[in-house]
Every structure is written in structure tokens, then in C-alpha cells.
């Protein structure tokens, strides 16, 4: 028997989660499926008009993300909190946060990446260029952690709540939409002939910061609701 | 040594207990009783920092466990009401998952020895789905078999045991005690622990 490190243990919850994840394969896919189906209805919904759908690419693919990412966030801690892993994570020899923190990338790991490698596919259905492809890749690269990670503070506060899906959108939507106009305004820009870095580089910012303060946060409002 | 000094908890409006004061040394089991709702769990919780105390301390070696935190959480280990076992599991991956939150890394063939000891021979490779409610609480007490932490809390753990499990507890617990370990437990069966003298602490 051996003492395990901080990073052992954050290995070991990442680990875990993406086992679980692959044994409830159909949870995963539902999430994936409801991007590709809400990106897939614009096209048809407003007609073969290129300029236009060209336009409203990158705002189409972005929302999609967003309320997909939605769908996957009830499940973040309920499972957990419902079988007594929780309890047992909150007793661990390693902080909280941390712990959290793995939790976050499992979940970006199985619900934000997925997105990001689908999106070049739809993208073409709106005959995006190939640079606003790219630029809008980099951006999901960098703002559906975020998602994830503002997600998972909704998720902790509405734990075992009725109905707390619902309220967890409500919570969380309006806290992403610096993500959104960011993500968003980088392929615009690239789209008329401007250098995108800056809203790149705000949304890195965005990341940074999500990093730093939301496994904090989020371990508190775990705290608060095993009460 | 675990003291609790002049705790108090309440549970929404209502108080529980108040001036609750005891000390737990090395070596000493401590059976919590009362009547359901006297608030036996919510004194565990208490203990484990799932809630906060409305008055009083919780010491451990002497410092306040607030402070402590994850230094005490290491010399712990909670058995609550849920198991903290997952469905889609093995046997196997649930004790080796939940030993590893707890800070101890099992190789696959200590975790074998242990599941044997409780009993799952043969049931290791089985998704938890598949086992009965007292082989899955046979899979959370193996828990206690990798565990080196010095103060165990254990709530109900022989609820769903047959009377062979509940021996193997009484065994366990014994051999904890005489390693210097502490427990303090609930339980509505009754519990003996081969030459141990048991402190009872009664909530009304």
C-alpha cells in the first residue's frame, strides 16, 4: 500500500470519471448528437442562402455549444452526490479543489472536446472559410473549458435541488456570455479581414482566470450543499 | 485522541443537542445511541466537518479540526448511511476508486485479498449492479481492511449484514482497537467487541 500524491489523486478522479463515462456511453453521445442536430437545423431552417449562413456560422456553432454543454452539467456531481462519493471526496487527504478540478477536465474531456472536434465538420455546412474554421476551432479550444468550469459551480449550488436543471441554465447562460461574444467576435474578425488575437487572447484570459478562481469556488458551494 | 467539547447542532429550527462533551483516547470504542431523529448521524457529520457545529469545539491530537482539515481527513475514514459505490463498477475498481480518494493506493492484488476477506470471493469482476445490498455494504467496509487511519466513524455499518459479516465486523473493529485505533459508531443491533469496554453516549 501506497500514500498517494495531489497528483495521484487528481489522476485517479480524472481516471475515473472517463471510466464511468465510457460505461454510460449514451450519455456522452446524446450530448454530441444534440450539437450536431442543432447546428444541422439551421441550415435546412433558414434556407441555402451562403452569405448569409456564412455569417451566422460561428453564433450558430457557439450557442450549440453553450446549451449543449448545458445538457451534461446536471450529471456533474448529482451521481456522485447521490451514491456518497461526494461525502468520501470531501474527505479526502487532498484539497477539495483539486479534486474538483479533476472533475472539470473529465467532464471537458467527454463533453467540450467532442464538440470541438465536430465543429470543423459542421462548420462546412455553413461554408465557413478555412481560416474563420481554424479561428473558430482555437476559440472552442480555449472557451468550452471554461463553459465546463463555470458549469460546475452552477451544478454544485443546484445539487439536489427539484428541478434544478432548469434553474442551472438559468444560472449559468448568463455568466458565459463574455465566452460567447468573445468566441463569436474572433471569427467576425478574422471574417473581415482583421486580426483576431485579441479576442483570442481575452478569452485565454477568460481561461486563466476560470482556472485560478472556479475549483475554489465551487469546492465552497459543494460544502455548502452536503449540508 | 479525539475531544469534543460543549457541541451543539441543530438541524433547521430545531436543536438536537446542546453541552455535548466527551473524549475519545486511543484504543476506545464509542457506540452512539437514541431514538431515531435524536441525532446520532447528524453528530457524526458533525464530527466528519459535513456540518458545522452552532457552538463548541472538535479537537483532534489537540487542535481545532477546522484547522486541521486535510491533515485529519488523512488519519480518518467516515462510513455513512450511502455507500459510495458505483453501479457500473466491478467490485474490484470500487475498492481500489474508493481507497484511492482516501489517499492509499491499492495494487490489484491487495484489493483482491481484501474483497476476499469480506466475503466476495469469486464476485471481485462483477459490476456492482449485480450484487445484493449486503454485498455492496461488504464492498464499502472493505474500506476498513485497506485503511490506516487512526480514528474511524462509522454510521450503521451492519445495517443489510448477515450475522457472518456482522462477526467479520466485530472482528475488524476489535483488531482496530487493539492497533490503538478509536471508533465511535451508531447502531440499532447490538455490537460486541471481544474484551473492549464500550463508552455509550445516549441523545435524547
Not at chain 1, 444534440?34 to 456564412?54: H, I, N, Q, T
Not at chain 2, 491533515?71 to 462510513?79: G, I, N
Request: hydrophobic share 50%; glycine share 10%; charged share 15%.
Amino acid at each position: 500500500m501506497k500514500k498517494s500524491s495531489l497528483s495521484g489523486l487528481v489522476v485517479l478522479v480524472i481516471r475515473r470519471d472517463l471510466l464511468l463515462a465510457v460505461r454510460r456511453r449514451a450519455d456522452v453521445l446524446t450530448t454530441l448528437i444534440f450539437f450536431v442536430m442543432v447546428v444541422s437545423l439551421f441550415p435546412l431552417g433558414v434556407g441555402p442562402e451562403m452569405d448569409m449562413l456564412r455569417k451566422m456560422a460561428a453564433g450558430v456553432l457557439w450557442v450549440a455549444a453553450l446549451l449543449s454543454s448545458m445538457l451534461s452539467l446536471g450529471r456533474l456531481f448529482s451521481a456522485d452526490y447521490l451514491d456518497g462519493t461526494l461525502e468520501q471526496m470531501m474527505l479526502a487527504p487532498q484539497s477539495l479543489s483539486m479534486l474538483v478540478l479533476g472533475k472539470m477536465a473529465a467532464h471537458w474531456t467527454v463533453s467540450g472536446l467532442p464538440l470541438v472536434l465536430m465543429a470543423p465538420v459542421l462548420g462546412v455546412q455553413f461554408d465557413m472559410p478555412a481560416q474563420a474554421l481554424g479561428v473558430l476551432i482555437i476559440g472552442l479550444l480555449l472557451g468550452t473549458p471554461v463553459l465546463s468550469m463555470i458549469g460546475a459551480i452552477g451544478a454544485a449550488l443546484t445539487l439536489g435541488l427539484r428541478g434544478g436543471g432548469v434553474l442551472l441554465s438559468l444560472l449559468v447562460l448568463p455568466l458565459c456570455i463574455p465566452v460567447l461574444i468573445f468566441g463569436t467576435g474572433a471569427v467576425e474578425a478574422v471574417s473581415a479581414g482583421l486580426s483576431a488575437a485579441s479576442h483570442l487572447s481575452l478569452l485565454g484570459a477568460l481561461l486563466v482566470l476560470a482556472l485560478v478562481s472556479t475549483p475554489w469556488v465551487t469546492a465552497q458551494a459543494l460544502r455548502i450543499s452536503m449540508e | 485522541m479525539l475531544e469534543v467539547s460543549n457541541l451543539a447542532c441543530s438541524r433547521g429550527d430545531h436543536r438536537l443537542f446542546s453541552g455535548l462533551s466527551f473524549t475519545l483516547h486511543p484504543g476506545q470504542i464509542m457506540q452512539v445511541q437514541g431514538a431515531n431523529g435524536s441525532g446520532k448521524t447528524s453528530l457524526l457529520r458533525t464530527l466528519c466537518g459535513f456540518l458545522m457545529p452552532d457552538e463548541g469545539t472538535i479537537a483532534w491530537r489537540g487542535e481545532d479540526t477546522r484547522n486541521l482539515d486535510e491533515d485529519f481527513h488523512a488519519e480518518m475514514l467516515y462510513l455513512g448511511h450511502l455507500n459510495a459505490i458505483k453501479d457500473e463498477l466491478s467490485a474490484l475498481e470500487n475498492l481500489r476508486i474508493s481507497a484511492g480518494l482516501a489517499g492509499i493506493e491499492l495494487n490489484e492484488k491487495e484489493a483482491i485479498t481484501a474483497l476476499r476477506r469480506m466475503g466476495l470471493r469469486g464476485r471481485e469482476r462483477l459490476p456492482a449492479k449485480v450484487l445484493s445490498q449486503g454485498q455492496r455494504r461488504r464492498v464499502a467496509l472493505a474500506r476498513l481492511l485497506v485503511s490506516d487511519a487512526g480514528l474511524w466513524v462509522l454510521d450503521e455499518p451492519l445495517t443489510a449484514l448477515d450475522a457472518g459479516a456482522v462477526a467479520l465486523v466485530q472482528e475488524l473493529i476489535a483488531e482496530h482497537l487493539a492497533r490503538q485505533g478509536m471508533v465511535i459508531f451508531t447502531t440499532h443491533q447490538p455490537l460486541q467487541v471481544a474484551g473492549m469496554e464500550m463508552c455509550g453516549l445516549s441523545l435524547s
